[in-house]
């Protein structure tokens, strides 16, 4: 099975410019990235999905293969599909731009055994909470999922309400996600559903659709970087982490 993995990256973001060049330590953060993916034996190839130039400059900088992608994608999932007509592989695995901390360990959890070139499969990444605070946070998403790992919701809100129980861990979303190309056509070809409008998930795509994604609870650590303030902590972690090391 031929499995490569991608990492999406845009200069545009409205809340951040130029997001993926904005230095941890003293390195870009795509970097930090690139690394950790580079080190996942199963990937043939890993590529940075850009419409910038000088992402692209940078990414070729630090030895990465690129792909450049049109401008006018809404989500990093359509901007996987236009890499996936263009490179040919069985298994697409996406690991966000943002996420500077996930290790191999973490990455390689959302791919299946015994995948054949023709199903349909989706599967992203979860971990706990450990702050009480992000589970409130809008900005995190909270993923509810079955006995099997299928994933059955997901919402900014905390979910599920703690009604009958207090003895739940909640679960967030981890910025890493394995799509068939089954999956990805499906993706393109299915309009956004009225549940994904609200939530801003594109997730709902296909849950709205009765089709399954599954979730996998990695238990990592995980601190995705929205805007320039969340540098601060990741920063802070990787100086706590060489100081253990």
Known sequence: MKIICVIPARAESSRFFEKPLALICGKPMIQWVYDHCKEVELFEEVYVATDSEKIKVAAEKFGAKVVMTRSDHDTATERLYEVSTRIEADLYVMVNGDEPLLTREAIIQCIPDGLKADDFFVSNLMTDFSNPVE??????????TAKDDRCLFISRSP?????????????????????????????HNTPRGPIEKIEENDSFRFLE???????????????SVDN?????GVEAYLRELNKQA
């Open 209 to 223: 659709n009765h089709m399954p994604i599954y979730y996998y609870n990695c238990h990592c650590k995980s601190l």
């Open 228 to 232: 320039r303030k969340d540098i601060d």
């Open 135 to 144: 589970v409130v946070d809008a900005t995190n998403l909270k993923i509810v």
């Open 159 to 187: 979910i599920p309400y703690p009604k009958g129980a207090m003895d739940y861990v909640f679960h967030k979303f981890v910025g890493v996600g394995a799509f068939t190309r089954k999956a990805l056509d499906f993706y």
